[in-house]
């Protein structure tokens, strides 16, 4: 495995890959990108994840987060390994890959969402019962069968994405496949909370975050925006960020780099501090 340098590093930049091209293509695409950014959009994705699958994914997700507080509650997680219901609340971010220097004042802030986690197949995972719930448009056996589809379809995209960056590494496309025999992998859908004052959003030192600046501590993040976006990256080597504008749904998934995919590479490949702007609606 090489080791890292800064000059390995290209100018900062988050292309979109298309998973049309060929293969080297590709596995040289997510190279460049990995050694600049550590961020990338994928995008004609339909041979790996169908994008009626993604916007039913979202549709059932707003239907959730539209229930009620009580009946969501209903499917609260009761520990941090198990799929269900994150309550709105604060999440502290502020132990980040960079040690908290980068965006500090951002680091203070934290974020506010609500989520629902989905749990790997050794896991458990909480779904509601129709028993559960009063009249409500929500339907618990789509809801379930959609998240359970969702996340082995975006866990064998990610499988497929690790093996060319490791040809990208120089390795056989299988050299990370032991690594992710019975993965704590995770899906989360995640509703970010609505600035009070959508003002707040314009204003850099006083920015209200949805999810504040951190690294992800897995090997490789696969996120779908929607079209409210607030996706930020951070340049490091500039000190500013950049807006991640997203695709239309459906049709792009943004993937990056996490703190373990740094460990394993020797920080050949970093993880990049990043944040989620709380939307302006």
Known sequence: MEEHSNSSFNAFYIPTISLNSPRGDIVDALRKA???SGFFQLSNLDAYISPTLITEMFEQT????DLSQ??????TKKSHLVGGYEGWRFYDLTKTGDGGKQGEKDNDQGGWNEGF??????GTNCFLEESDLSGQEFDPKKFQSTCITYFYAIQELGRHVLGMIAEGLGMEKDFFEDYLREQ???????HYYRAMDPALTNDSETIEMGAAPHTDWGALTLLV???IGG????????????DVPPAPLGQGIVCNIGDLLSRWTNDTYRSTLHRVVAPKR
Do not use: M, Y
């Open 34 to 36: 990995s050694l600049s």
């Open 62 to 65: 707003r239907i959730f987060f």
């Open 70 to 75: 009580d009946e969501k509650e209903k499917v």
């Open 117 to 122: 986690a989905i749990a790997p197949e050794w």
């Open 184 to 190: 704590n992998s995770f899906c989360r859908l995640t």
């Open 225 to 227: 925006q929607d079209e």
């Open 231 to 242: 996706l930020q990256v951070f340049d490091r080597n500039r000190g500013t960020w950049h």
